[in-house]
């Protein structure tokens, strides 16, 4: 290993580099960065664009004591690295390993655990004011990305700190030009002006100009700052509206000016924000080049770069979605398919290219996402809304009360349910079946394959009023996928297979874990299609002729298709014995998909054995 990263193991041996030394381990770190994703897997554009304002802000601040929040988090590896955790990225993302975001149990450094976007200027500012009142003094610093600057809850904390006396709270606005998806949105349209022409260079030279005079008064520092930036910009910007001094933009990649300018705004105190610009995939061209491809990569020979596989896999969920939502848009002119700044994610970039003027990305926006889906509604159109299931929590409230409760016909897609794998606990959807099913005119789907996914599609768009169809991240089991737009009964299940005495309702792809269990038990097995409605008919079919119940579900099994099975039969007094099998009552770690499953007993396996500790005595199974 090279020479000074070997000796970061905690920021304190960062603060004794000289600067010299402090360019020289950004190099080694951003190497680092690259071989190690490279084996593991992970996010390394963001982290990439980091480096320098890692490295500055451990320099500059006294962490742990001052707080550093890392917005989103998916740009916190070089802070991991740099905070006792540099062995630790070669188990990253894997079972027992360190995650891929900040998380407060992991390290004392982690000062607030994130992976949802946008929060970090509300936690910084909830611990200014602590700090305040417990008259603490301590610098808080939340570090927020352009991309997350689109969501409602950042201004909300802008506007509140605004207000709040007697506080240190420094915003540093990452600004790379993008989330994940290229950008979008009118506050991108300003940044880009503020970097427009030859503003940023004549900004880069009166940050060092300025800031590089230290130590000087530090109030006449700050006016001349101030008089700078205004002079370049023309007028206050909007930032200071908020009551914020606004310093930069200044380039994130360079620690001359960096260091000083992070040296000084730390003295002045109060509501500073600083605008740093950096570069997704810096010093890596291949990541430069396509930041989108190496937003999330799993492994890669750095070297090489991403390959393409020689055969094409399974189509993936997310791959059905997107070929559905283009073949059903070609049939039907009033589609609108909408997105959360999650183009690639949720398979659209194909509808996007195609029917550019009914493509929506409205940014990291998700309750407005909801609102904006119901509005289109209202005037006759047929919005489809793809959506990760963790991120439609964030629309709840609009789900209700802007769709359902008028009965308006918005379609959900809803990506990444169940559990996710290496993203963790922050990214796993595991409690929409829970939350859907209660609100009066939700249609709630659970395709158990890719071919049952597509008409489960056609199903709810063609249902006049809010549907939703749930699918998981990654490929099926292979099904062939037909190209039909009809839709299939709405509520109605299939028996997959007849057997006697024990009755498992499957929902979801769980089905096929469920088969063998079901051939060597001689079960029936039948794939629910539907939580909500749930086929009542076939249940009370069912009852008539089996002694006991399994439902199988990948979601919380506290409210979730099981309870409903339950709810169903008590309400019409069919008094059979159930197993509830989904997710327990807990969060789940990141890992393996499959070893998560077994591990919470949702394989071949642990189903089979779950029934037997269960029924052995009623079905006198050996």
């Known amino acids: 290993m090279s020479n000074f990263l070997e000796k970061l193991n905690v920021p304190d041996d960062v603060r004794k580099l000289s600067r010299p030394e402090l360019e020289q381990a950004a190099g080694e770190l951003r190497s680092f960065i690259i071989r190690s994703v490279s084996k593991t897997g992970g996010h390394l554009s963001s982290n990439l664009g980091t480096v320098e304002l890692t490295l500055a802000l451990h320099y500059v601040f006294n962490t742990p004591h001052d707080r550093i929040i890392w917005d989103v988090g998916h740009q916190s590896y070089p802070h991991k690295i740099l905070t006792g955790r540099r062995e630790g990225m070669a188990h990253l993302r894997q079972e027992g390993g360190i995650s891929g975001f900040p998380k407060r149990s992991e390290s004392e450094y982690d000062a607030f655990g ?10 910084a500012l909830g611990m200014a004011v602590a700090s305040r009142n417990l008259q603490i003094e301590r610098q808080h610093i939340a570090v927020i990305g352009d991309g997350s600057m689109t969501a409602g809850m950042a201004y909300e904390a802008l506007n509140n700190a605004g207000v709040t006396p007697g506080i240190n709270l420094l915003v540093i606005l990452n600004d790379n030009d993008m989330s994940i998806s290229p950008p979008v949105g009118a506050l991108n349209k300003y940044l880009a002006r503020l970097l427009s022409g030859t503003l940023y260079q004549e900004a880069r030279s009166v940050g060092k100009a300025v800031l590089g005079q230290f130590p000087a008064p530090v109030m006449e520092m700050a006016r001349k700052v101030k008089g700078h930036a205004k002079g370049i910009l023309g007028s206050a910007t909007w930032f200071e509206e908020f009551g914020f001094n606004y310093v930069g933009p200044i380039d994130g990649h360079d620690l001359d000016a960096l260091v000083p300018t992070l ?4 003295q002045m105190g109060g509501l500073q924000f600083l605008h740093v610009v950096t570069k997704k995939g810096q ?16 492994k890669f020979d750095p070297e090489v770069g991403i390959q393409k596989p020689s055969k094409p896999g399974k189509q993936t969920f997310t791959q059905v979605f997107g070929h559905w939502l283009c073949d059903m848009a070609s049939q039907d002119e009033k589609l609108v398919g909408i997105t959360p700044a999650m183009r690639e994610g949720s398979g659209m970039v194909e509808f996007e290219k195609r029917f550019p003027a009914r493509y929506f990305d409205v940014g990291i926006a998700e309750q407005h996402s909801v609102t904006f889906a119901a509005g289109i509604a209202c005037e006759g159109l047929k919005p489809v809304l793809a959506i990760y299931s963790t991120f439609l929590q964030r629309g709840y409230d609009q789900l209700i009360h802007d769709v359902a409760l008028q009965n308006l016909d918005v379609t959900f897609a809803l990506d990444r349910a169940g559990l996710v794998g290496a993203d963790g606990a922050t990214h796993a959807g595991n409690y929409d ?11 709630v789907a659970v395709p158990s394959d890719e071919n049952e996914a597509r008409l489960l599609l056609n199903t709810c768009y063609h249902y006049k009023g809010p549907a939703s169809v749930r699918y998981p991240r990654g490929a099926g089991v292979g099904a062939s996928v037909s190209d039909t737009l009809d839709p299939v009964t709405l509520g109605k299940g299939l028996v997959r297979r007849e057997g006697t005495r024990l009755a498992i309702l499957a929902f979801g792809p769980l089905l096929h874990a469920a088969l063998p269990v079901a051939e060597k038990l001689n079960a029936t097995l039948v794939d629910m299609r539907f939580v909500k409605p749930i086929d009542a008919e076939l249940i009370k079919q069912l009852a008539a002729s089996h002694e006991v119940f399994v439902t199988l579900e990948e979601g919380s099994v506290m409210g979730g298709a099981g309870s409903a099975v339950a709810e169903f039969m008590s309400a019409f007094g069919l008094c059979k014995p159930i197993l509830q099998l989904g997710l327990p009552d807990r969060f789940i770690d990141h890992g393996d998909q499959a070893a998560l499953l077994k591990s919470v007993g949702l394989d071949s396996d642990g189903i089979e054995a779950a029934i037997h500790a269960r029924f052995k005595s009623v079905l006198n199974i050996t």
Not at 114 to 123: D, K, L, M, P, Y
Not at 263 to 266: F, I, S
Not at 283 to 298: R, S, W
């Open 114 to 123: 994130t992976a949802h976007s946008s929060t970090s200027i509300s936690a």
């Open 263 to 266: 040296q000084n705004l730390r």
């Open 283 to 298: 010093g890596y061209k291949l990541a430069e080049a396509d930041p989108i491809l190496y937003h999330g990569p799993g």
């Open 433 to 443: 079946i829970a939350f859907l099913r209660c609100i009066p005119n939700m249609v």
